[in-house]
């Protein structure tokens, strides 16, 4: 039997022991992979955008709630604000843009928003696009039968569909009956053209199919606020360079209703850059402490370890084991373990992460395909503490080894 099968029956022997290491270590490995995927994949969208927008404005929320609704189309339904206040805004202190968004319905995710003629202003304004902005097909037209809509690149290869095809798209909201306060069957009309952004990934449709589901939702008591509007999610706006304290303008104008709130995006940016840099402190903090307690459980194990080959070292000797293979039974027991507690931990790694998007759903957070240089360097530290972590008992091993030659001398 060689050292790597002594290694085996011993960890089988402390079965007990054994489990609780290997749990220790996916623990670990779980928690702190999972809080540097969140904290890197945070990072890496929110730290190089450029947004193109200067000024959110939606229902009252927190600031980060309103600007991911804005920059990532993620708005809750039946949060709404007037419709109206787009031309009062226009009228009294006059952007450059400013564009209408209301998210009333999704199909497999991805998100149905109504708004009008000006978002192909917008669009152009975010740029990026190379040739034609509706690559496929061509804009909707309103007072159709089937609600006509266009889709973002990304939506239309995530939901293999095209121009010319059709599908069931409905709110998430339900009314009295248990059923989708708006539940239709729409058309594609069109594809946008490939731009790297956020609206890659949702559809557009005319927002009066959006009002018809906000006057739904009100004769069922789901709509807020609680009165007959005609409502939008959001508006994002630009505005004009040319033009002085536009600014303060409009936040006077926002501030001054009861259920609007008011962002600037680059403010906003700013501060969630700030708290990322924080949190990657915290994250390795806690990847640290994680990894702390899972090396106190593997070292309590090889103390117990080095204890019992202390207690059976005659009977390893008579069976003609030498002070090297024991040595090597030990190492190989930590490389089991650690083998086999970084891929379990690896799975709960992946698993956590998938739960955040089901359950979630976070329009930022992104699944990739490969492990980010961290994860793997983290991974590789902590097989290198595991192995390093017998080193006790092999050292107490020799001690033993020692004493006796001294006492026989």
Known sequence: MNAADLAYLSLVRRSSSSLLAVLAIAAAIGVSGTLVVLQETMSETFSNREQGIDVLIGPKSSGLQLLLDGLYFSAREGEIIGYQLQKTIKEEVGPKL??????????????????????????????????????????????TDDPEVVLGA??????????????????????????????????VVGVLAETGQPHDGAMFTPIENAWEAHYKGYEEGI???????????????????????QLEEMRALVQGRSVAQF??????????????????NLTGAMAILSLFLASTVLLL??????????????????????RKEISMSILWE????????????????????????????????????????????????????????PSVAIFRLYRIAASEA????
């Open 263 to 280: 962002i600037e995006v680059d403010r906003e940016l700013n501060w969630l850059r700030s708290f990322l840099g924080q949190g990657r």
């Open 301 to 322: 194990l090889f103390v117990e370890r080095s204890e019992m080959t202390r207690r059976e070292l005659g009977l390893y000797r008579a069976l003609g084991y030498s």
């Open 98 to 143: 400013i564009v209408p968004f209301a998210l009333f319905a999704e199909h497999q995710g991805v998100p149905l928003i109504g708004t009008d003629d000006s978002i192909l202003d917008w669009l152009k304004h975010q740029g990026r696009f190379h040739g034609k902005m509706v690559a496929r097909g061509r804009w909707f037209n309103l007072h």
């Open 154 to 187: 990304r939506a239309a290869e995530t939901l293999g569909v095209g121009p010319d095809d059709r599908f069931r798209a409905f709110s998430n909201l339900t009314g009295r009956d248990g059923k989708p306060i708006w539940d239709r069957t729409v058309r």
């Open 334 to 389: 930590s490389f089991y373990l650690g083998v086999v507690g970084l891929s379990l931990g690896m799975i709960l790694e992946r698993v956590a992460h998938l739960m955040v998007r089901a359950i979630w759903n976070p329009p930022w957070l992104s699944v990739a395909p490969w492990p980010s240089s961290t994860l793997i360097f983290l991974w590789i530290s902590t097989l290198a503490v595991i192995l390093l972590i």
């Open 406 to 409: 001294l006492a026989a001398s």
């Open 223 to 245: 709509v807020h606020p609680g009165k007959k509007v005609s409502g939008v999610s959001w508006f994002s706006v630009v505005l004009d360079p040319d033009k002085m304290d």
